[in-house]
């Protein structure tokens, strides 16, 4: 199977926490990514540091902001849904997994990267999780792809073990912190505490940055 990536995330700048390492190396090696982005986070309540946004700007400035971030990541075929900001749960799921598994027929991915459902705190995390591992489930057996999810609520340890998966991003160290940078409206102070951290030599500042875990998701 031809190598390509589907990202399927609710908000900008999902992607550039736990997956910007890992997408930036695969970029780099000439691997076709699609992010497919649910909403524009127009809910979002950082408004930037100094605030520099209003809840009338946020949606297009957050556009651009994702629009940045995969360019830094190398990411070409971004598509934005246009769903309303955390009422993703209120939404016919099956609809928006009508939609997912429309770019999943017409790109063939190989993998898959979402949020595992109910394992991902946010109910927008856990309602696109669970819309795109139903779009896999349609899928016949032996065609469905590899889908590695991102989970990270309280109880995540306890009842899926660590992650399978692990990717040493070191070597992007530096892309990973400028698609962070790039949703500037939420991570401003953020990248400014993490810069912080860096000096000092937090370790655990520096394994999350060099770090990204996976689930596989078992069907």
């Not at 819309?131 to 057996?141: E, F, G, H, P, Y």
Request: aromatic fraction near 8%; include cysteine.
């Amino acid at each position: 199977m031809k190598e390509h990536i589907l990202v399927v995330f609710p908000h900008p700048d999902d992607e550039a926490f736990g997956t910007a390492g890992y997408l930036a190396k695969q970029s780099r090696k000439g691997v076709p990514i699609t992010y497919v982005c649910a909403t524009l986070g127009e809910m979002g309540r950082n408004m930037g540091k100094p605030f520099f946004a209003n809840r009338e700007t946020l949606p297009e400035i957050r556009k651009k902001e994702i629009q940045d971030a995969c360019k830094v990541m190398g990411i070409n075929d971004l598509r934005l849904l246009g769903l309303r900001d955390k009422t993703l749960e209120f939404e016919d799921l099956d609809v928006l997994a009508d939609t997912i598994e429309k770019v999943i027929k017409e790109i063939k991915p190989s993998l898959i990267i979402t949020f595992y459902p109910g394992y991902a705190v946010h109910p927008d995390h856990d309602a696109c999780g669970e819309a795109t591992i139903n779009a896999v489930k349609r899928l016949k057996v032996d065609e469905r792809p590899l889908v590695y999810c991102k989970a990270f609520s309280k109880n995540t340890v306890e009842n899926l073990g660590e992650p399978d998966v692990v990717f040493d991003v070191s070597d992007v160290f530096d892309v990973k912190l400028e698609a962070i940078a790039a949703h500037k409206s939420q991570t401003e102070g953020l990248i400014a505490n993490l810069k912080k951290q860096l000096q000092e030599n937090n370790e655990e500042a520096i394994q999350w940055l060099q770090e990204e875990g996976y689930y596989t998701y078992r069907f």
